[in-house]
């Protein structure tokens, strides 16, 4: 999105170009889940990332893509490694969701430039998430951002809404990299720039490179970069990345749970490391599902383990609520004596400047009668 790419821009880049960088800021902030890359690579990681896969968006050899080749394969080396390797987590799966829609599925390389695929990706303009949308578009593309649960970090929801969002821009501009250069600079700077330099409202692919002169210096080079990016992913060895230990795909399994439950009791239940339960789930920002408790809330664990999820998590659950009332009665003792700390602070407070007053008025009285007595 508009802002969010220039960040990660800055730090692939090292540097501001005209005003503007390349690639978003990678996970400022809040630790990244994706930090640890699996052991072994599968024969299915490296094929569903793509690896060998043709372009089914145009292809265009400028001299800009060729930069941007040289630049993540060269200075951005191994940022670019991280990337690609995180790559064989999420682009099965955006890629699944884009066949759905009858969509190119090399729209995928367009997550990558914004976020290098990090649902916990974090620009210094706060748009979030393996799309990076700003709090005010993700919730108008009807994403939850509650204190609790922000779903512009979940992989599957926030993928939904990109998707939807760039089929809308194609239907408006009739050209998928229109659609690109709107989702990054906004769809009314596109739409004016078309009617000025065309004087229509469409176009196809190859007016985006005649208009691209005219468009913000961040959007210039938005396409290039996921040209870039795309070719280096299809072709890593070309680009000497060898040996790439690729995640492995995300999958899970969905249950049910009630307000107020605690990721780590989830992991408990279903006998799973509870990084790797968070992992699954970085849109509950606390680690908790919000404590509402009349609703039920949807929470990935590992797959095959929700058998045994089921016959433990009811225990655990109970254990986990007996614990909370004891944490929340220590926690309500400790406000009280805190304020009851305060309020004799206050008192001391009051009764001390009391005494000074009346020190001072003493002191000023035997003042004025020292200074009666000498005259």
């Given at each position: 999105?508009?802002?969010?790419?220039?960040?990660?821009?800055?730090?692939?880049?090292?540097?501001?170009?005209?005003?503007?960088?390349?690639?978003?800021?990678?996970?400022?902030?809040?630790?990244?889940?994706?930090?640890?890359?699996?052991?072994?690579?599968?024969?299915?990681?490296?094929?569903?990332?793509?690896?060998g896969a043709s372009w089914d968006l145009p292809l265009k050899r400028t001299d800009r893509v060729a930069y941007f080749e040289d630049l993540l394969s060269g200075a951005r080396r191994g940022k670019m490694r991280l990337w690609l390797e995180q790559s064989g987590r999420y682009v099965p799966m955006i890629r699944r969701e884009l066949r759905a829609r009858g969509m190119p599925e090399d729209l995928?390389?367009?997550?990558?430039?914004?976020?290098?695929?990090?649902?916990?990706?974090?620009?210094?303009?706060?748009?979030?998430?393996?799309?990076?949308?700003?709090?005010?578009?993700?919730?108008?593309?009807?994403?939850?951002?509650?204190?609790?649960?922000?779903?512009?970090?979940?992989?599957?929801?926030?993928?939904?809404?990109?998707?939807?969002?760039?089929?809308?821009?194609?239907?408006?501009?009739?050209?998928?990299?229109?659609?690109?250069?709107?989702?990054?600079?906004?769809?009314?700077?596109?739409?004016?720039?078309?009617?000025?330099?065309?004087?229509?409202?469409?176009?196809?692919?190859?007016?985006?490179?005649?208009?691209?002169?005219?468009?913000?210096?961040?959007?210039?080079?938005?396409?290039?970069?996921?040209?870039?990016?795309?070719?280096?992913?299809?072709?890593?060895?070309?680009?000497?990345?060898?040996?790439?230990?690729?995640?492995?795909?995300?999958?899970?399994?969905?249950?049910?749970?009630?307000?107020?439950?605690?990721?780590?009791?989830?992991?408990?239940?279903?006998?799973?490391?509870?990084?790797?339960?968070?992992?699954?789930?970085?849109?509950?920002?606390?680690?908790?599902?919000?404590?509402?408790?009349?609703?039920?809330?949807?929470?990935?664990?590992?797959?095959?383990?929700?058998?045994?999820?089921?016959?433990?998590?009811?225990?655990?659950?109970?254990?986990?609520?007996?614990?909370?009332?004891?944490?929340?009665?220590?926690?309500?003792?400790?406000?009280?004596?805190?304020?009851?700390?305060?309020?004799?602070?206050?008192?001391?407070?009051?009764?001390?400047?009391?005494?000074?007053?009346?020190?001072?008025?003493?002191?000023?009285?035997?003042?004025?009668?020292?200074?009666?007595?000498?005259?």
């Amino acid at each position: 999105m508009k802002g969010a790419t220039k960040e990660l821009r800055t730090l692939l880049l090292g540097s501001v170009l005209a005003g503007s960088a390349l690639l978003t800021a990678y996970a400022i902030g809040r630790p990244s889940h994706e930090a640890t890359p699996p052991g072994a690579t599968s024969a299915a990681a490296v094929e569903a990332s793509g690896v060998g896969a043709s372009w089914d968006l145009p292809l265009k050899r400028t001299d800009r893509v060729a930069y941007f080749e040289d630049l993540l394969s060269g200075a951005r080396r191994g940022k670019m490694r991280l990337w690609l390797e995180q790559s064989g987590r999420y682009v099965p799966m955006i890629r699944r969701e884009l066949r759905a829609r009858g969509m190119p599925e090399d729209l995928v390389y367009l997550a990558f430039i914004e976020s290098g695929f990090s649902p916990d990706a974090l620009s210094r303009t706060r748009a979030v998430g393996l799309w990076q949308f700003m709090e005010s578009t993700g919730k108008e593309l009807g994403l939850k951002v509650t204190p609790y649960v922000d779903q512009r970090r979940d992989p599957v929801a926030a993928t939904d809404a990109a998707l939807d969002f760039l089929r809308d821009l194609h239907r408006q501009f009739g050209s998928w990299w229109l659609a690109a250069a709107a989702y990054n600079c906004g769809p009314g700077r596109v739409a004016r720039v078309l009617r000025q330099e065309t004087g229509r409202s469409q176009g196809d692919d190859e007016t985006y490179w005649a208009i691209a002169p005219h468009l913000p210096k961040e959007t210039q080079d938005y396409v290039p970069l996921i040209l870039a990016a795309g070719e280096i992913a299809k072709n890593p060895e070309k680009y000497g990345f060898n040996d790439l230990s690729y995640h492995e795909p995300l999958s899970f399994d969905t249950v049910q749970v009630p307000g107020g439950t605690r990721l780590a009791t989830i992991s408990q239940a279903t006998g799973a490391d509870s990084t790797v339960v968070d992992q699954l789930n970085p849109h509950y920002l606390k680690n908790v599902t919000p404590p509402v408790k009349a609703s039920a809330w949807a929470v990935r664990i590992p797959q095959g383990l929700t058998r045994a999820f089921v016959a433990n998590f009811p225990h655990l659950f109970a254990l986990q609520k007996q614990a909370d009332v004891v944490a929340g009665a220590s926690a309500r003792e400790r406000a009280a004596d805190r304020h009851r700390l305060a309020k004799a602070s206050r008192r001391h407070g009051s009764a001390k400047r009391a005494a000074k007053s009346e020190h001072s008025r003493l002191a000023a009285s035997a003042s004025a009668g020292s200074r009666s007595h000498d005259r």
